[in-house]
C-alpha cells in the first residue's frame, strides 16, 4: 500500500491534470520497456518483462492432455500469476492471494476470451493433435518480482514474450482404430514455434480525476478512481475487457476509454514486438 502526504496526492493529481506525470511523462507515454527471454530454461518458454521499476516473469510448460468433451477439436490453456511477497509486503499473505487470484482471472478473460475459447488471442484450436484425444495443455505461471503498478499489462506482454519464446515438439501420431487412443511420439530434434500473430496486448487506462493515463505507477493507481484494461490484438480487434476500482463509470466513458486503448494499442504492440525480436536477437548470440 502507498502511503503519500495530501501535498503528494495533490502534486500527483496537478501533474496528471497539465499533462506532466510526476516521472516527466505525458498521460499517454509508457516506462521503457525491457524484454528477456528464455530466463528459465526447465521451460518450453519463458520471459522476463520490465516496465520501468515493475518486473514480472512468465513460463510456458507444455504437456500432452485430452481435449474437453465440449470442445474437442481444442487444446486447453491455463494461467495462473503468483505475486512474491518480496514484491510488495502488502503481498503477505491473504493480500497476495487476492491480487494473484484477481490478476489470474483477468488474464483468462483477456486473453482466452469466453468458455468455449470465441474471441480468444490465443487460437485455442492451433493447440488440437488428434480430435477429440490428445491436444496440447499449455501451464502458464506468471510471478510478480517487484511491483511499481500496470501488473497486468506487464504480465500480459510476458506471456506473449514466452509463447514467442516457446518451442512445441514435433508429434508423430500412430493410426488408431477410431475407439481407440492413439500413440504419440514427441521429437527430440523438430520443433514447432508458437505462433504468436493472434496474441493481443494489453492496454490499462487508469482514471485519476477526470483524464486517463497510460502505464500508471503504484502512487498513481493510489489516486485512481477507476481502471479499464482491453486486450487488442494487431487487427485492432478487441479480444476481451476487463474493469477495476470501486467507482462506477457512464457507459459513455467507458466507450471513450475503449476507443482510446485501441488507439494507442498499435503504438503498444509495435513496441513489444521490437523488444521481443531484440531479446531472442540477443539469446541466439549468446556462444
Same mark, same amino acid.
Request: proline share 0%.
Given at each position: 500500500m502507498v502511503g503519500l502526504s495530501v501535498g503528494e496526492k495533490h502534486f500527483i493529481k496537478g501533474g496528471i491534470e497539465q499533462n506532466l506525470r510526476t516521472d516527466g511523462r505525458k498521460r499517454y507515454t509508457y516506462r521503457p520497456i525491457y524484454v528477456e527471454t528464455a530466463v528459465i530454461p526447465q521451460a518450453n518458454g519463458s520471459a522476463r518483462v520490465k516496465f520501468g521499476a515493475t518486473e514480472v516473469i512468465a513460463s510456458v510448460k507444455a504437456e500432452l492432455g485430452k481435449p474437453s468433451p465440449s470442445y474437442p477439436d481444442k487444446g486447453k490453456v491455463l494461467i495462473h500469476v503468483d505475486c512474491s511477497p518480496t514484491a510488495e509486503p502488502a503481498f503477505e499473505g491473504r493480500g497476495g492471494e487476492e491480487l494473484s487470484s484477481e490478476l489470474s482471472v483477468a488474464l483468462q478473460r483477456c486473453l482466452l476470451g469466453g468458455k468455449s475459447g470465441a474471441g480468444a488471442g490465443i487460437d485455442l484450436s492451433s493447440l488440437s493433435i488428434v480430435e477429440g484425444k490428445i491436444c496440447w495443455d499449455l501451464y502458464i505461471e506468471g510471478l510478480v518480482v517487484s511491483s511499481d503498478g500496470n501488473l497486468l499489462d506487464a504480465l500480459a506482454a510476458a506471456i506473449k514474450a514466452s509463447l514467442s519464446n516457446t518451442a512445441l515438439p514435433k508429434v508423430q501420431v500412430s493410426s488408431a482404430a477410431s475407439d481407440e487412443q492413439p500413440e504419440v511420439d514427441l521429437s527430440d530434434e523438430e520443433f514447432l514455434q508458437f505462433d504468436t500473430c493472434g496474441i493481443p496486448a494489453i492496454v490499462t487506462l487508469t482514471k485519476v480525476g477526470k483524464h486517463y493515463i497510460l502505464d500508471a505507477t503504484s502512487e498513481e493507481e493510489s489516486q485512481m478512481s477507476s481502471a479499464v484494461s482491453v486486450s487488442v490484438n494487431r487487427q485492432g480487434r478487441i479480444c476481451g475487457l476487463t474493469k477495476r476500482g470501486?467507482?462506477?463509470l457512464n457507459p459513455s466513458v467507458i466507450h471513450d476509454m475503449i476507443s482510446v486503448a485501441k488507439h494507442l494499442s498499435?503504438?503498444?504492440?509495435?513496441?513489444?514486438?521490437? =523488444?521481443? #525480436?531484440?531479446? =531472442? #536477437?540477443?539469446?541466439?548470440d549468446v556462444p
Open positions: 470501486g467507482a462506477g498499435e503504438q503498444v504492440i509495435n513496441k513489444l514486438d521490437s =523488444e521481443i #525480436a531484440a531479446a =531472442e #536477437a540477443r539469446e541466439e
